[in-house]
């Protein structure tokens, strides 16, 4: 049975928990979360299970992605630095070699000679000993439990089978990442109006839903998702900080993702607007 770093204090857990969620909010995977930064996979995977405590940056960049201030974030990450930085107290580990310790009868035994006033030292020490290594083996498995489950599933989706929080033209206008749309969905198709340019139709069946994703966008793009039977929904690039970053228009509800449609027009100075219909993605 493998046990936690006995190293990792609260603050630590209490930062990686937050990254964790970032992550989940962000849709991202560890593999898209590497591409995205200058972190590898392997860095992310013990950033996010508290196994290493992660740089600033990583911090930072991860609060990018996931579309969040980075306030709170850098808060409980500068605790979790000043704490880790505390010298460490001496931990006194009994050894385990069962998942549990049950306390078993003890058959009394003859008495036998010994000096006055030693026996009733002796019992209560044995007693105490017992206790001692029960009490630390039971602390050790309720520890193991939730951190083992964190580290079997840090480089998949939080769930293989996602609750998606609206379906069919509920979901017209929402967000992909709010709404859980966005954790496992098919590509449908890819497009480059512009070198640089990188357009996605993506869509999922169990929002009865799809959306645009673009990257390598300037500010002034627009970039219009609609299918046939539905208003159509748009995404305008703002300013700076949305530039650099994967973004996502809102989704338009639709049965089939042969009928998406996305429309790009890119800043003054750009070729005129374009439209693509769904297609088999480029390669």
Request: net charge positive; proline share 12%.
């Amino acid at each position: 049975m493998s046990l936690p770093p006995l190293e990792r204090t609260a603050e630590e857990s209490a930062c990686a928990e937050a990254l964790r969620g970032l992550r989940r909010r962000s849709g991202l995977s560890l593999k898209e979360l590497a591409a995205q930064t200058p972190y590898s996979k392997s860095s992310w995977e013990r950033y996010l299970n508290g196994k290493t405590h992660p740089p600033r940056a990583a911090v930072v960049a991860l609060c990018r992605l996931a579309r969040q201030p980075p306030a709170h974030t850098l808060a409980l990450w500068e605790r979790a630095e000043t704490a880790r930085n505390r010298p460490p107290r001496p931990v006194v580990v009994a050894p385990v070699s069962e998942p549990a310790v049950v306390p078993v009868p003890v058959r009394e035994e003859p008495p036998r000679p010994e000096p006055t006033g030693r026996r009733p030292f002796l019992r209560h020490a044995r007693t105490a000993a017992v206790l001692a290594a029960a009490l630390l083996c039971t602390a050790w498995l309720v520890m193991a439990g939730p951190w083992r489950s964190e580290s079997a599933d840090a480089d998949v989706p939080v769930s293989s089978e996602p609750e998606f929080a609206c379906y069919g033209q509920r979901c017209t206008g929402q967000d992909v990442i709010a709404t859980r749309c966005g954790m496992h969905p098919d590509m449908v198709s890819t497009h480059r109006p512009a070198p640089g340019l990188r357009v996605d139709l993506r869509y999922e069946a169990g929002c009865g839903a799809g959306w645009a994703r673009v990257w390598g966008q300037r500010i002034g793009d627009v970039f219009t998702v609609s299918a046939a039977g539905g208003g159509p929904q748009t995404l305008t690039v703002p300013d700076k900080y949305a530039t650099g970053i994967r973004l996502h228009t809102p989704m338009v509800a639709t049965d089939s993702p042969e009928a998406l449609r996305v429309c790009v027009s890119l800043a003054p100075g750009g070729p005129r607007q374009q439209c693509y219909p769904a297609a088999p993605p480029s390669p």
